[in-house]
């Protein structure tokens, strides 16, 4: 699990073809591994990856053609930017919210305007995906733990303050770049819920029963 904090932007180091899948190359940059162990998972851009090979400043981990199709990752090429997290321990503050690393498919960023210091930022993204997206909650876009300010059909807006575009790989991104999105888990499993006809009916018994109220 992660938290959608990025702690480093790194860079594709190179792209190494095996067997019909990808080992992919990573320079970490500032990101410190020396508590990092071969096995261990990794976030890029979003993307939970296995550490198989360490160095002073990077890893490989090896990317099946599963992933390559429905992430960025099969895009990108030596030298672009890739935010980074590692694994979240359980002593660790939950800055953002929970994120799994397993990307729920690819958006599109739209564009972007000033707002203020910050600026405004619109993504689209599949009709199958939409439906888990809402105003004020969470999304994760790139591995980034993001609020959605506001939602109609198929896109929806997020607010970027100056951090964030500095130290995360936004501040490459473009308009029509493509972006892994992650939705919130929570949404899925209400929807799982729904789906079966075991959610419980929420009511003013309910929610005195349970403290709400």
């Known amino acids: 699990m992660f938290t959608g904090i990025i702690q480093s932007v790194g860079r594709i180091a190179r792209l190494e073809q095996r067997g019909g899948d990808v080992r992919l190359h990573v320079d970490t940059a500032g990101l410190d591994l020396s508590d990092v162990q071969l096995g261990d998972s990794i976030a890029v ?5 296995t550490a198989v ?8 981990a090896d990317v099946s053609n599963e992933t390559l199709s429905l992430t960025t990752l099969g895009r ?8 980074l997290e590692k694994a979240l321990r359980l002593a660790d503050r939950l800055g953002g919210h929970l994120v799994s690393g397993h ?6 960023v739209v564009s972007m305007a000033p707002d203020g210091r ?3 930022w619109t993504f689209d993204v599949p009709p199958a995906l939409a439906r888990y997206i809402a105003s004020k909650g969470s999304i994760c876009i790139d591995g980034t733990s993001l609020t959605v300010n506001e939602v ?14 500095e130290h995360t790989a936004f501040h490459a991104r473009r308009a029509g770049d493509a972006v892994n999105i992650e939705v919130d888990v929570v949404a899925r499993y209400i929807e ?10 929420i009511d003013e018994a309910f929610l005195k029963q349970h403290g709400f109220a």
């Open 192 to 201: 799982r819920l729904l789906g079966s006809g075991e959610a419980p009916r």
């Open 76 to 83: 990108h090429k030596a030298g672009d930017p890739v935010n």
């Open 45 to 49: 851009s979003g993307v939970c990856l």
């Open 53 to 60: 090979t360490l160095a002073a400043r990077g890893f490989a």
């Open 118 to 120: 910050s600026q405004r």
């Open 103 to 108: 990307v729920d498919g690819v958006g599109k």
């Open 152 to 165: 109609s059909g198929q896109r929806f807006g997020v607010n970027l303050i100056p951090h964030t575009v």
